[in-house]
Structures are given as C-alpha cells and as structure tokens.
C-alpha cells in the first residue's frame, strides 16, 4: 500500500530496457495498432485543430489515489473535501477523466479543446467505493464525489480505473462493486491477488500474483475483461516483460508509482509497459513537488498538455511536432 516517491522518467527508461524492449516497439504494440486501425476505419469530421490549438501528443496526468479519509495518516490519504476540490480544479481547467484502458491504447474521446486526464485508485479500499443499502453510492466515497462532480460540470466525464486486489471492496462485496463499477462505464484493473511486492518474488511468483488478481476479478465479475495492470509499491518483476503478459493474462497497460505526467500515447516515446502516475497532493504536503497540485500548476503554466481536436479519429498537432509522433499512428495524423 505504502509506496516510495520518485521521479519515474528514468524508472520507465529502465522499465523498457528491462523488458527487451525499445521506445518504438513493446509487448502492448499489437492493441496500439489495433486501436489505430479500429479508429480510422470511420472518419469523422474534427474542428480546425489550429482554432482550438490541438495537441494530441502532448502530456497527460494520470492521477494516483488510495485512500479517502477525514483524518489522513500518511501522505496516500485525502479528504473527501481535498478530493472534491481536486476534481473540481480539474473540471475547471477542462479536464476530461477517461479510463486507463482507454488512454494506452490511444481510444481517446474528448471534445475538442479539453485535456485528458486518467484517474486511477489503488488497494480497493471501501472509502472508494461503498454502495448503501438502497445500491446508490455512499456519502464521501469517491464514486458518490465523481458522480457530483460530473453533475455540476456535465462535461466531466466521471470514469475511472480501479486496481483492485482480490476480496475487493469488503464493504459492499466484490461482486456487487465490480457488478456496479463495470455497469457505471468504470473500468477494472488488476493490482495483484494480495499486493505483492512483485520485485521481491521470481518469476513463477510474480506471474502466480499477477494472474491471481485477474482471476479474483473474473470470479467476482464473470465477463471482466482486465487489460491494466498497476504494479504494488511501483515495484517491477523481473523480468520486467511478465508485468504485461504471462500464463492467463495480457496488460496493455502497466503503471509505476511516481512523480510526473505521462507523454502522449501516439508518441515514440510512450512505454505503455511503464506508464508513469503522480500521487494526488496538495500544495503544501510532503513531496509536493512531485504531487498532482504542483504538476496541473505546471502544465497550465507551461501550456503542454494534451489537448483534443474533437475527432477520436485522428491525432492533430503542430507540425513542429511530426517527429514525435509513433509509427503505429502515422494513418491519423493531422498536423498543422
């Protein structure tokens, strides 16, 4: 649950090469591609990417929370009041939340001029997600605040992934939370059977821990398809590879524990096996800088977020960008 807070550029960097992989090639490629494909199989018209300043290879937060609480005890706990009032910075700033799913496998829709931003949660603690008797969300848990939130800025879309481990959501019972989270339009992601610290096991074990997660949720929400993986403590196995693929499962996705944005997923640069996250903080909290409050100061100052033409189709940019875009996305793009 508790997990160390660095700079993960270079762990990403290190990620890759651990896994044979290079910056343009990795075991994810093949849903990248397919996704390319699937979307430009029915164009759609955008809006000048140039009048809304388009920048589909930009940076992207995907934000880390644990547990909500009115009386935190480490720097993994918020409020429900700071959690509400991040939100709504986020709605504010034209955010648009879309699942981790999603985000690594380039199906970004958005409306033009909004920046992508992936919510994600970790440990299925009860303050999350908690159903009352009458099956609405409970008061304070992040399902009910997400829900308020995208009510008072409808084009706050209010999704989100949660790493479950197994025995989710002891509140509510795994199978009715999954049951609820999947037919809300939330997304499900493994985070191992029992939070293993998957560097410290060798490979059979860190697959046994890996696949046990996605059988946890299979045997709670029959039909789940599971295609993210968030890696306990940020630790990677090793090799690093069986994070995203081994005997019964295959994430498209795995996210690290740490400190800065993720590039775009149409960029050359983008490990979709070493997805980088920022802890939710405030301004003033230990590590601040390395927090979710410092890093949106940062990317509205510096102006270098994501930002959608409209047309989940096609991936607009600058044109000063071309170089940065991934040979897998070459058919959507659009610079200007």
Not at 20 to 36: E, H, N
Not at 95 to 115: E, L, S
Request: aromatic fraction near 8%; glycine fraction near 8%.
């Amino acid at each position: 649950m508790r997990h160390p807070l660095v700079p993960l550029c270079a762990l990403a960097g290190a990620a890759l090469l651990a896994s044979g992989c290079s910056p343009g090639s990795s075991p994810t490629d093949g849903g990248r591609q397919a996704a390319a494909s699937a979307a430009a199989a029915s164009p759609i018209a955008a809006k000048d990417p140039a009048e809304v300043g388009a920048d589909e290879l930009g940076q992207v937060p995907v934000l880390m929370y644990h547990q909500l609480t009115e009386k935190p005890a480490s720097v993994y706990d918020r409020t429900p009041a700071d959690f509400r009032a991040e939100l709504e910075r986020l709605a504010r700033e034209k955010y648009v939340p879309v699942t981790a799913r999603d985000f690594q496998t380039g199906r970004i829709d958005i409306p033009a001029g909004t920046h992508a931003v992936v919510l994600t949660f970790d440990d299925s603690t009860n303050s999350q997600v908690r159903l009352g008797q009458n099956g609405a969300p409970a008061p304070d848990s992040a399902i009910a605040i997400l829900a308020e939130t995208a009510k008072k800025y409808p084009a706050f879309k209010p999704v989100a992934t949660f790493f479950v481990n197994a025995d989710a959501f002891s509140a509510t019972g795994s199978a009715k939370a999954l049951a609820w989270l999947k037919e809300h339009g939330y997304e499900v992601g493994n985070h191992t059977d029992r939070h293993q610290n998957l560097s410290s096991l060798d490979q059979a074990g860190a697959v046994k821990a890996i696949a046990g997660g996605q059988q946890a949720i299979e045997k709670a929400a029959p039909g789940t398809r599971v295609t993210s993986l968030a890696l306990p403590f940020g630790a990677m196995p090793k090799p690093a590879g069986v994070a995203a693929r081994g005997t019964g499962y295959h994430n498209e996705g795995v996210y690290l524990v740490g400190a800065n944005p993720s590039v775009s997923p149409f960029a050359k640069s983008f490990t979709p096996d070493a997805i980088p996250r920022i802890r939710s903080a405030g301004p003033k909290d230990p590590d601040a800088e390395f927090g979710s409050s410092r890093w949106l100061d940062k990317l509205a100052a510096a102006k270098n977020w994501y930002v959608s033409d409209g047309d989940p189709n096609t991936v607009a940019f600058p044109r000063a960008s071309q170089d940065m875009m991934a040979p897998a996305f070459a058919k959507r793009a659009r610079p200007y």
